[in-house]
């Protein structure tokens, strides 16, 4: 495929951002991941283009990050957390249940194009483990029914709703977030806080302990969902 | 009382992330306050407040800021490592969705502090929803003109910049994760110099974790003393501790330092089938392990290097006794071999060499000798690299073999998988409280 000219348009504003060009190359390649669904060679010869590298230069960095995909991804990518942790609390039997769902192995994509599958390493949601990621939102505390069910309701076209996020909404919308070119409006998806975070809270209210912040206190009407001591 | 509601104080008001919800605690006046005050006296205080780092190593924090040459005529930067990767560690990102203002309102007087212009946060790319709440934030800050040209009129200007890396748990290693926002493979320099003196674009630069820098604007309202009612001499503060492993109630705990493992462990609702952990790494899978017998021990970075662990990232993992050690151990392993990001051989060649040992281990086909070879191995790895991945990738094997030298004696003739269910260790498991 060829670059539009709107992203290469794209990925000079995401050049303009720094105080030295480069920097932008890592979102860039995340920009070039949503409009082509990997990291193409057009991709690649686009980013030298509006850096002045080369493109050895560029592909030598995308290679190095797992992130970049070298081959055209599936429309989801589906990721279990397989760390240690995790693995131990069930995510190895979610990693079984989910390749067997979708025909495929680590880095491989389904046969009916649907998912893009990888067992990842630690998501900094230990405390959910075990945790699988749809277009890297959070599924947390799946079990092995419940991973197969997503991927069910993905196949189905159903919407499906991460535990901490907005509805998943494929590998390439969830590219162009992380290249923070733009704002995709769902900031206030999801829980503020799960019940997971809540814990110091928990804890704090069955213990009569009042917030240490300094600050001033809120007038209650402002508050919502404050858990019951 | 050890729990500390101050970074977690009001995540339970729907619109914490939200400049409203920061705003109605007190957020975003400390700003002010920060220009009043003046930078020398903010590095001042935020020496007097003791405040040490809070990305694993401890360093710190006004120490750290206190390195950055002043009048050099070279442009500062400051850069916050928000690229959370370690196995166990998960309380950054949980801050990031829940009090992202705490972070902006750290930057903004960090980098009035350390006279920098420019401020960049690296978080690591597998997060959108974080990069989401993070960027909403900042837009916000900038609409209300905590950020750009002339802040409130002080003549102060500061850029920010939320930066999103790829899929690298290199780059958490702060050279690594300078050279990976310069656009560059994650690779670590050889320090010295250190970023202090040549960083960002060979500039000085200040390289700072989230939950440290969040601290910040709780130090300027407060003041340094107030910081250190909590903790020890060496440990002052509080500190986010994210629990997880095989107890009750997993989660993020705001505490005192000093807590004790029992403690936390207490506020965790104990372990899920009673009793005590088998074994537990205080910091992350980069520190050796502790057992039941170190449950006592006040969580600061001196008790836990006392006791030959480090406090590391100060995030809990906790396993029972339906857990092998062996197979505990292999997939850590198997986690820094794929990690290491192949500069030094040490860590290139040894991270594979061990890995590799460990799964014979795991299949119950090691040998007595093979012990005494991983151990020299994580010798010849220890101290050998030019980051602190090689030495992490040698550090949990020596401490499991120190407390569970039986376990891979039995590893030489039983897989791992038959002396301990799999299903048995797994929050599926009957019993199990989800």
Redesign the interface.
């Known amino acids: 495929m060829s670059i539009s000219e709107q992203a290469r348009a794209e990925l000079a504003e995401l050049a303009g951002r720094y105080p030295v060009a480069r920097s932008a190359l890592l979102p860039m390649l995340h920009l070039v991941q949503s409009e082509e669904g990997y990291v193409s060679p057009e991709g690649i010869a686009a980013c030298a283009e509006t850096l002045g590298l080369s493109t050895a230069e560029v592909a030598a960095v995308s290679t190095f990050y797992t992130m970049y995909k070298r081959r055209p991804a599936g429309k989801h990518h589906v990721g279990v957390c397989t760390n240690t942790l995790c693995a131990l609390l069930g995510g190895d039997a979610v990693w079984e249940a989910v390749r067997e769902r979708a025909g495929a192995d680590h880095d491989e994509v389904s046969p009916d194009g649907l998912f893009d599958l990888e067992r990842i390493e630690c998501q900094a949601a230990c405390t959910h483990a075990p945790v699988m990621t749809v277009d890297w939102e959070f599924f947390d505390r799946t079990t092995p029914a419940q991973a197969v069910e997503v991927l069910d309701r993905l196949a189905a076209g159903e919407e499906v709703r991460s535990t901490r996020g907005p509805v998943v909404r494929g590998f390439r919308a969830a590219e162009r977030t992380i290249s923070g070119i733009d704002d995709d409006g769902l900031a206030g998806d999801g829980p503020n806080a799960d019940d997971l975070m809540l814990a110091t809270l928990h804890a704090a209210a069955e213990r009569g302990v009042g917030p240490a912040d300094g600050g001033p206190a809120a007038p209650s009407a402002a508050v919502e969902g404050r858990p019951q001591a | ?1 050890t ?16 400049i409203g919800g920061y705003r ?4 975003y006046e400390q700003v002010a306050r920060g220009f009043e005050l003046g930078p020398d006296a903010l590095i001042q205080m935020v020496k007097d407040s003791g405040l040490r780092g809070r990305g694993g190593a401890g360093f710190p924090t006004g120490m750290k800021w206190g390195f950055v040459p002043q009048g050099d005529g070279k ?1 500062h930067y400051l850069v916050v490592n928000a690229d ?7 309380k ?3 801050l990031m ?2 009090n992202p203002h705490a972070l902006v309102e750290g930057c903004i007087l960090t980098s009035y502090a350390i006279r920098a212009n ?1 401020a960049f946060i690296y978080v ?6 974080v ?3 993070l ?2 934030a900042v ?1 916000e800050a900038y609409a209300a003109g905590y950020l750009g040209r002339n802040i409130m009129g002080s003549g102060f200007d500061l850029e920010l ?9 290199i780059c958490g290693e702060e050279t690594a994760l300078l050279d ?7 690779q670590p320099r050889l320090k010295p110099p250190f970023p202090a003196v040549a960083g960002l ?1 060979a500039s000085p630069t200040v390289v700072n974790n989230v939950e440290t820098i969040a601290n910040v604007p ?1 130090i300027v ?2 003041g340094a003393e ?1 910081l250190t009612q909590w903790g020890t001499e060496k440990s002052p503060g ?1 500190k986010l501790m ?5 107890v009750r ?7 005192a330092l000093g807590t004790t493992m029992r403690q936390l462990l207490e ?2 609702g104990g372990m899920r089938h009673g009793g005590e952990p088998k074994f537990w790494l205080p910091g992350g ?1 980069s520190v050796p392990m502790l057992t039941a017998e170190h449950l006592d021990l006040p969580l600061t970075y001196e008790d836990m290097a006392a006791a030959g662990t480090m406090l590391g990232t100060a ?1 809990p ?1 906790v ?1 029972d006794d339906t ?1 092998s050690v062996v ?2 151990i292999t ?2 392993l198997d ?1 820094y071999k ?2 290491s ?1 192949g500069k030094c051989t040490p860590c290139r060649e040894g991270t594979g060499w061990i890995a590799g040992t460990l799964h014979r281990f795991e299949a119950g086909q090691g040998t007595e000798a093979e012990l005494g070879m991983l151990e020299e191995l994580c010798a010849q790895i220890m101290g050998r690299s030019f980051c602190a991945l090689g030495d992490a990738a040698a550090t949990p094997f020596p401490a499991a073999l120190t407390h569970f030298r039986s376990e891979w004696l039995a590893a030489t003739h039983t897989p791992a998988d038959q002396a301990f269910d ?2 048995a ?4 498991a009957a019993g199990a409280t ?1």
């Open positions: 009382m729990l500390t509601p101050v970074l977690t104080a009001h995540w339970d008001e729907a619109d914490s992330h939200t109605r605690h007190g957020g442009p959370e990767s370690e196995p166990g560690a998960c950054d990102i949980p969705l829940a420019w690591r790319g597998e997060v959108p929803h990069h989401r709440r960027r909403a837009r910049v939320v930066h999103a890396g790829a899929g690298a748990y990976s926002l310069e656009g560059r493979r994650g674009y709780y309202r407060n107030w509080f994210s629990v997880s492993g095989h109630r997993p989660g993020v705990y705001e505490v506020y965790a899978s995030t993992m396993f857990v197979k505990a997939r850590w986690f794929h990690e990001c799999p299903v260790a797994t929050v599926l989800r």
